[in-house]
């Protein structure tokens, strides 16, 4: 299983970014695939996530408004479309996956993880 994670740069606050996840050896159905986030001296976050069964997607309340994640169940690829980014968003983000639909807020349930991609919003 692999997935991994672009579309990461510098970024000033207010602007936006997509970052991707392309995974493969799976299909999306029956998995969850999760953006997890961790900046400088803090721990992971979860900070979205979506059920590839039935489209769920979950974000957490520092997020909440400004991001987006969809899916593209034919390109096996899960995206994060980020917007009005804030430099407490600068950290590495990563994708992550598990072969659950239901969406998690625990980082430590997903079993498959990508490499990351760092974010950094600063200007």
């Known amino acids: 299983v692999q997935l991994q994670a672009s579309g990461g740069g510098l970024v000033q606050p207010g602007g936006s970014l997509r970052v991707s996840c392309v995974f493969s050896?799976?299909?999306?159905?029956?998995?969850?695939i999760a953006w997890v986030r961790q900046a400088p001296g803090k721990e992971r976050e979860v900070v979205s996530c979506?059920?590839?069964?039935?489209?769920?997607?979950y974000y957490a309340d520092s997020v909440k408004g400004r991001f987006t994640i969809s899916r593209d169940n034919a390109e096996n690829t899960v995206y994060l479309q980020m917007n009005s980014l804030k430099p407490e968003d600068t950290a590495v983000y990563y994708c992550?996956?598990?072969?659950?639909?239901?969406?998690?807020?625990?980082?430590?349930?997903?079993?498959?993880w990508g490499q990351g991609t760092q974010v950094t919003v600063s200007s």
């Open positions: 050896t799976f299909t999306l159905d029956h998995h969850s």
């Open positions: 992550a996956g598990r072969a659950l639909s239901v969406c998690n807020r625990d980082h430590h349930v997903y079993d498959y």
């Open positions: 979506i059920s590839g069964t039935n489209g769920y997607t």
